[in-house]
């Protein structure tokens, strides 16, 4: 599991970067490495993994991403929920954190990849047709729906969990390389507390409030 502040995924961009300076350098002098540099500065901020604070009322669902809230919509049925449920779409842009985080804990029941194409992350059906990675979590109170979706810029969904496995709410499970959007569906007793154009923190902002 990721813990450390840069994801081990983003070393060889890192690397990569560092060694076309050092190349660069010696082709065309000190001024050839400052867009080398840049490059590895950029990934090094790309990969990050920042420290969270995680609230752990059992209630609460907590945002699986970083970014902006594209929509909030109502739906009829989902291949995990199989129930009348809500799903929230977050865009994330580039800047964005690109870590994912489980919105609660639980168990991992539902995985499952999908190949596609690689279209803009803020287009309507990028959910259907790009690639993706779904992950359904259930414990004793709900169940959820989470969905990592590749943007034209992202080439590889990154998972380091499996079926069965036990998440933590707010526990790092994978990333997104690049552009990228993710999905959060809940079912109707849960009560959606942001809305379009909210920026949310991932493991940190509070999406939703278990209804009792």
């Not at 050092?22 to 000190?30: A, L, N, S, V, W």
């Not at 990969?47 to 699986?64: A, G, H, K, Q, Y």
């Not at 998972?159 to 552009?179: E, R």
Request: charged share 20%; hydrophobic share 45%; aromatic share 10%.
């Amino acid at each position: 599991m990721n813990r450390g502040p840069i994801v081990r995924e983003g070393f060889i961009y890192i690397f990569a970067a560092l060694v076309l300076a050092f190349i660069c350098y010696f082709g065309f002098g000190i001024y050839g490495v400052i867009l080398p540099l840049v490059l590895a500065a950029y990934f090094c901020y790309f990969f990050r993994n920042p420290n969270r604070t995680i609230p752990m009322d059992e209630s609460l669902i907590v945002s699986p991403a970083d970014g902006t809230v594209q929509d909030v919509v109502e739906l009829e049925d989902d291949e995990f929920l199989h129930e009348p449920c809500t799903k929230i779409i977050i865009f994330l842009s580039v800047f964005n954190v690109h870590v994912n985080r489980s919105p609660i804990a639980g168990e991992i029941k539902c995985q499952k990849y999908v190949c596609g194409h690689f279209k803009p992350a803020y287009k309507d059906e990028v959910g259907f047709e790009n690639e993706r990675h779904l992950l359904g979590i259930e414990n004793s109170k709900l169940r959820v729906t989470v969905t990592q979706i590749a943007g034209i810029l992202a080439r590889r969904i990154v998972s380091w969990v499996t079926l069965d496995d036990t998440l933590t709410k707010g526990q790092v499970y994978g990333l997104i390389k690049f552009g990228s959007c993710t999905e959060l569906v809940v079912p109707r007793n849960v009560e959606v507390l942001v809305k379009k154009g909210d920026k949310v923190r991932g493991g940190e902002t509070v999406m939703g409030r278990i209804i009792e």
